[in-house]
């Protein structure tokens, strides 16, 4: 007799800088989701899809839980998370070995209860002492009624069948929802605007305050390859010479790395225009979050 299959949603959570982009496209076996040294780099849900001969996953890479910034940005963020994890069959609450703090704490309150909740303790190959482990682990198991724990390392792939495993048997039995060539429902723009994005936040993420999103206004392929419009919307006039650098140069070094990446990923030559605009108080305006694209 033929096996069943399964298919679900999997919500990947947990404090910034844990590994939770890692994760999934370590799992996923593609880079859709950018992944950086900095806290909170993901501010979007993202689907990506694996499918196996018996199952497919489709997870949820939720943005960082917010505790540090006010306003609506923040409260949607959180409400993003929570809607997550009503919505998903599987939760994995990813930690990191051997480091537990209060941001980890403050997600614990949104875990479902019950047998769909995993503990995904990650960078398992970055601890030094592995004994401290069981310890570790135990004083996380009391706090939370996990369905399983799993230590692994997404930068190695240390465990992942194991993990993947776990979850496959919390999956409901269903068809696949998702073509099995999808890589992510979000589209090749998104990620596009998501290189240029994470440019910004390594090169000059710590001078920027809160709020800059990157809008693709332009997308026109012919027979030398794409031309990409894409413009970076920003806060205040005085954000504009922190984007820019001495004489351009930090724009230049941003389009130029962005433009790199987006070869790569399209397989194709890329002309990236990178301009910026200023759009007073939007990171703490819903409606105008909306309309960039956040909801
Ligand atoms: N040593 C080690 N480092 C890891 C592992 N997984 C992720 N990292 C590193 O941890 C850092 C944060 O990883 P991300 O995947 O961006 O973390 P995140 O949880 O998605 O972060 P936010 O987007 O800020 O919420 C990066 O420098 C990763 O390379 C792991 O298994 N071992």
């Not at 048997?169 to 998702?178: D, I, S, T, W």
Request: aromatic share 6%; net charge positive; hydrophobic share 45%.
């Amino acid at each position: 007799m033929s096996q069943a299959f399964h298919c679900g949603f999997v919500a990947i959570v947990g404090r910034p800088n844990v590994g939770k982009s890692t994760l999934a496209n370590t799992l996923i076996g593609s880079k859709i989701s950018i992944v950086s040294r900095k806290a909170q780099t993901t501010r979007h849900r993202i689907h990506g899809v694996l499918t196996r001969e018996h199952e497919q996953f489709v997870f949820v890479d939720t943005p960082g839980f917010q505790t540090r910034h006010g306003g609506a940005m923040n409260r949607m963020m959180n409400r993003v998370v929570t809607q997550a994890l009503a919505d998903v069959d599987v939760v994995l609450h990813v930690v990191e070995a051997g480091k537990w703090s209060a941001g980890d704490a403050q997600l614990l309150p949104l875990l479902p209860k019950g047998d769909k909740t995993l503990l995904v303790v990650n960078k398992v190959d970055a601890l030094k002492d592995k004994n401290a482990m069981f310890a570790y682990v135990s004083k996380i198991m009391a706090l939370h009624p996990y369905a399983a724990v799993v230590p692994v390392s997404a930068l190695r792939g240390v465990q992942l069948e194991n993990l993947l495993g776990e979850v496959a048997k919390r999956l409901p039995e269903g068809e696949a929802m998702f073509d099995t060539e999808a890589l992510t429902d979000r589209s090749v723009r998104f990620i596009a605007a998501e290189l240029v994005r994470e440019k910004i936040f390594r090169l000059v993420g710590d001078e920027l305050p809160y709020g800059c999103t990157v809008v693709i206004e332009q997308w026109e392929e012919n027979d030398k390859g794409v031309r990409i419009a894409a413009c970076i919307v920003v806060e205040r006039e005085t954000h504009k010479p922190i984007l820019l650098g001495t004489g351009g140069a930090h724009m230049k070094r941003i389009a130029s790395e962005a433009r790199q990446d987006m070869e790569k990923l399209l397989d194709k030559s890329v002309f990236l225009d990178v301009y910026i605009k200023v759009r007073k108080g939007w990171s703490d305006r819903e409606g105008a979050l909306r309309e960039l694209g956040y909801e």
